[in-house]
């Protein structure tokens, strides 16, 4: 099937933009998942797939005039895996959607400890689900041991698709063993949540390197405790995790013992809102307060409540910090920009008449690239702070 598109939408597409709002285009006779090809002025444009239930009726998948088949997927995927390895050996995000110009894919790469290899996949779209057959037998053509399809994302009802998640092919025992920069993790991505690891902080925990020797931390949202295993890898004496998650708290006293770290470390089961009050109450002070919360708004209309919950950890976390410590603090919130957070965190200092010095700004790591053309693809805030409480 072949459709023309207007100027506006040849400039966007032509500068990257990979997607085409319902509101931009006629309506038309196509089925929901239909692979078309869109041309400008008669000439090739690109493939994209279609989803009338979706607000984003059209998302580009190929530049290329040619089939979307294996070997399409194959090449895609050898590419960037050949790519991304270089910078991460056997444990990394594989695909990144629209930032890997491949919209509504996601695949977390994992290399467990006897060499099997393990992918995650996150079919998030009808396109890519009608796909899924090609990509699964392109992964398995790599060479791939196992691949844990982990399709439960709330994004699919926006597609009209039902959730799931199970071992697509091979046998794997969970938890697995990975080994990322030196550090044991154990890794369950049925029951572990979204893809089972966060990959998007590697290069932002690796920061901890410079800050951690001898000190005391105190890991807010920790998940598995990806902070606190570099802090103590690189150093500090003793970690404090606060997490509401039951998966996190059965899983971690397990990866501290691998790692050896078994008498280093509390873990917190808590809501952080509530533990952080308690913590500063009992006049608790931390070398290092690591603050990385889940998304607090997916949408525009949400951001006013998300900026109140960001600055009541901020604030309180803070308030944990020694004097000449550090303040770590992150957002997910792609809809929260860099300034609103920096924002934030200067009310917060001001308030409590503290002074911050930003010695280093993160982002997403080197497998999330950014589109630079969508800033959809971008989301990932990271500020370490010194604090002078004067
Ligand atoms: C972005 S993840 C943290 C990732 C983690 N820091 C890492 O590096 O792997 C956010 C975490 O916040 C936890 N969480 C969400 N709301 C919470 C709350 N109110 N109190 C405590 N933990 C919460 C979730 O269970 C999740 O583990």
Known sequence: MKINVNRKI??????????????EIKKSDLKDGDIVSLYYNDKFLCKAYYNS??????????FENRELDVNFWYEKLCKLYEYKSQFYGGNFRLVYSEGDFLPGLIIDLFTTLDSKKVVVC???????????????RALKKMGIDCIIDR???????????????????????????????????????????????YFDQTENRRFLKNISKGSVVLDVFS??????????????????????????????????????????????????FHKLRELSNLGREFSIVVVDPPSFTKTKDKIQNALKAYFDINYFGLKLVKNEGYFITSSCSQKIRENDLLNVIREALHKQKYFGKLIYRGGQ???????????ETEYLKFFVFQINKQ
């Open 151 to 197: 399709s439960d994302s709330n994004l699919r009802k926006l597609e009209g698709l039902e959730l799931r998640r199970r071992i697509e092919y091979g046998k794997i025992e969970l938890p697995f063993t990975v080994s990322i920069d030196d550090i044991y993790f154990l890794i369950d991505p049925l029951n572990g949540q979204k893809t089972g690891f």
């Open 122 to 136: 996150m079919l998030l779209t009808l396109g890519i689900e009608n796909q899924k057959e090609n990509i699964f």
């Open 223 to 272: 998940y598995i405790g990806s902070f606190s295993l570099y802090a103590l890898k690189y150093g500090a004496k003793f970690v404090e995790m606060i997490d509401e998650s039951s998966f996190a708290s059965n899983i971690v006293p397990q990866i501290m013992k691998l790692n050896g770290f078994q008498d280093r470390y509390i873990f917190h089961m808590d809501n952080a």
């Open 365 to 375: 790591s080197l497998d999330h690239p950014i589109n630079v053309s969508m800033e």
């Open 53 to 62: 239930k979706s607000k984003i009726s059209y998302r580009v998948i190929s």
């Open 10 to 23: 040849y400039n966007n597409i032509t500068n990257g933009y990979l997607w085409i709002f319902n509101d």
